[in-house]
Each structure stands twice: as C-alpha cells, then as structure tokens.
C-alpha cells in the first residue's frame, strides 16, 4: 500500500526496510487496558468507558480471544486466490446487543491537542488494520459490525511533577470500517511479488529517497557499501540484522 518497491525487496529478494523499535510504554498501556476490559467481560456487564459513550455492548467473551490476541496467531485465512495466509492481531472484540461483534484497537501517544478524530496523514494506516481485522473475523466464518472503536490514551503531559506514574486522558472513537480493498490489495501484491523486475522508485517513499540519495553521493561502489543487482535494477542492502526480527506484515 505504501510502496511496492519496498514490499518487493522485502518480501521477494529478503531485504526489508530498516526495523522499527518496540514501544514499550504503548505495549504496557495495551497490556493493562486488556486487563482491565477482561474484569468487565469475566463479571459479563459494561466497561465505564462503554457506559460513558453510551455503547450497547459488552466486551466479547469467546475461546479464541487469547489466540486472536496472540501477535504470532492472530485471526487468520487463506486467501484462495492469492494463496496468501492473511493474519493479524487484535486487541478487543466487543458484542453489541444484534449480536454482531465490533473490533477494537488500543493506541496510545503524548501530544498536547486532544485526539477525537482520526484525520491524520498516518491514521490511513489504522483505518486499514481495523477493515483488515473486520475483514479477517468475516472470512472465519462470524458477523461482523461495520462499526469499530479505537481507545485513545493520551499522555498528560500538564502535570507538575512526575511523580512516577503517567495520566492519560482516554477517548472513544468511533469508526465505521470498509474492507472491500482488501481481495483487490491482495491480489495486487501477488502480481507485484510474481513480476522478474523490481518496481520503480516511488517518489513519495522516504526509503527509496534515501537509497537514491546514497547512491547519487557515492563515487564508487567500493566507497560505501557493495551494490548488488538483480535484473539490471541496483539496489544498496541493508546489514544482516545480528538477531532474527520478525517480517512485516502486508499492510
């Protein structure tokens, strides 16, 4: 979605993007809102945060929550067209009063405006993993709502001292998902993954930038790092990671 160049030299010739660092404050906040929610769905009745929103809903309780929890599980299918198995992790499932389950993701940051909407540049990116999780629950087999929640925990940073604990100031928002992308998506990656040339640079990639730029800086091949080609297409590799790190996902 972001650059088929990267997702070609990635999933296709093995060399990915430099790897992202774990956000341990945000997986914490993840840990304790699950739970917490878990209290609620064990006793059967509503978070406060569902009574404040005024949501008739429950937080679901089935066999597989821990496994679609699992980051290495997850909700998965086999996409028969593509032969691609699809998977991915949620945070919560809620059970509204149809009988429909709604997905809910948690996300967690710091900034001074206060967050209600998602109408950044990046919330693109958590519009597609709520579709693509509604998406995933549709293709097992269970009734899906179109509507979603994200769980906002903004950091407060107005505070006087530390004090050693973090106030959040937590938001519900609501978002009505379409995941009809997600056959034609999967299908693109395919065709993209079966051609024998690498994709164009993508203008609007700041990691091909950055490989053109440091190709166009360097005398010779020999002053940096070597230069591979494949196809007659030159790409600059990235060092081989000490330790395994775990493969992106599609989307």
């Not at 990635?10 to 739970?35: E, M, Q, T, Y």
Request: charged fraction near 25%; include cysteine.
């Amino acid at each position: 979605m972001q650059c088929p160049r990267c997702f070609y030299l990635d999933r296709r010739i093995g060399i990915g993007r430099p790897p992202g660092f774990p956000f341990a404050l945000n997986s914490a906040v993840d840990h304790l809102l699950k739970k917490e929610f878990d209290i609620h769905r064990a006793a059967g009745n509503k978070h406060p945060l569902m009574e404040k929103y005024g949501i008739d809903a429950v937080p679901a309780k089935h066999d597989k929550l821990d496994e679609w929890r699992h980051n290495f599980t997850g909700v998965g299918t086999l996409h028969a067209p593509t032969n691609f198995y699809v998977f991915g992790a949620i945070d919560d499932l809620w059970l509204n009063a149809a009988g429909e389950y709604m997905v809910v993701d948690y996300k967690a940051t710091a900034k001074e405006e206060e967050i209600n909407a998602l109408d950044k540049d990046w919330h693109d990116g958590y519009k597609r993993q709520m579709e693509i999780y509604q998406w995933l629950l549709r293709q097992n087999g269970f009734t899906v709502s179109s509507t979603g929640y994200f769980v906002y925990c903004n950091g407060k940073t107005d505070r006087k001292a530390f004090d050693g604990k973090l106030d959040f100031d937590i938001t519900l928002i609501t978002y009505t998902g379409n995941s009809e992308w997600v056959d034609k998506a999967l299908i693109d990656a395919k065709a993209c993954l079966d051609h024998n040339e690498i994709p164009k640079q993508n203008a609007a990639c700041d990691y091909c930038d950055y490989v053109a730029a440091v190709q166009s800086s360097t005398k010779s091949p020999t002053d940096a790092v070597s230069r591979v080609t494949v196809n007659e297409s030159p790409y600059w590799p990235t060092p081989t990671p000490k330790k395994k790190i775990t493969p992106p996902t599609l989307f």
